[in-house]
């Protein structure tokens, strides 16, 4: 008795061909090839060698041109010692120091309680104004007030 085992077509004893391919190990090393990426992309940006800029106190340079407004917590604003009653008389003051040469710059000194909309007033009116520089003046935390490089 002869039993057949095999597919009734290989009847000529050779074995099918599997012509697909098997994509499993291609998967697991794309996968481990984009973990390897990810954990070395960080360290390689991170490791380039820069000098970094120092951190300076620069003391403000008061000159008489200079132009000092006060925000205080209120939100008034003060060009000076007198107070401005609205946003377009700034503006219109400013206009008037903006054609001088060389253009003054305005210091805005801003209260540690003022909401930032109101300092935000001025230096839009800085800018309706045509005023090229606008700083701000702070004062630096007490250990630092003290260090010099």
Same mark, same amino acid.
């Given at each position: 008795?002869?039993?057949?085992?095999?597919?009734?077509?290989?009847?000529?004893?050779?074995?099918?061909?599997?012509?697909?391919?098997?994509?499993?190990?291609?998967?697991?090393?794309?996968?481990?090839?984009?973990?390897?990426?990810?954990?070395?992309?960080?360290?390689?940006?991170?490791?380039?060698? !820069? &000098?970094?800029? =120092? +951190?300076?106190?620069?003391?403000?340079?008061? $000159?008489?041109? *200079?132009? /000092?407004?006060?925000?205080?917590?209120?939100?008034?604003?003060?060009?000076?010692?007198?107070?401005?009653?609205?946003?377009?008389?700034?503006?219109?003051?400013?206009? !008037? &120091?903006?054609? =001088? +040469?060389?253009?003054?710059?305005?210091?805005? $000194?801003?209260? *540690?309680? /003022?909401?930032?909309?109101?300092?935000?007033?001025?230096?839009?009116?800085?800018?309706?104004?045509?005023?090229?520089?606008?700083?701000?003046?702070?004062?630096?935390?007490?250990?630092?007030?003290?260090?010099?490089?």
């Amino acid at each position: 008795m002869a039993m057949n085992v095999g597919s009734p077509d290989a009847g000529d004893g050779q074995e099918q061909l599997n012509n697909t391919i098997n994509t499993t190990p291609l998967v697991d090393v794309m996968l481990v090839l984009l973990i390897i990426f990810l954990i070395t992309i960080p360290v390689v940006t991170q490791t380039i060698q !820069l &000098e970094l800029p =120092k +951190e300076r106190n620069v003391p403000t340079q008061t $000159r008489p041109e *200079n132009i /000092v407004i006060a925000v205080n917590r209120d939100g008034e604003v003060f060009w000076g010692m007198e107070r401005i009653p609205d946003t377009e008389t700034l503006v219109a003051r400013l206009k !008037l &120091e903006a054609v =001088k +040469e060389p253009q003054p710059e305005v210091h805005i $000194r801003g209260d *540690n309680e /003022v909401r930032y909309e109101s300092v935000g007033r001025v230096v839009v009116a800085c800018q309706r104004a045509g005023i090229f520089k606008v700083g701000f003046i702070t004062e630096p935390p007490a250990g630092i007030a003290a260090r010099q490089d």
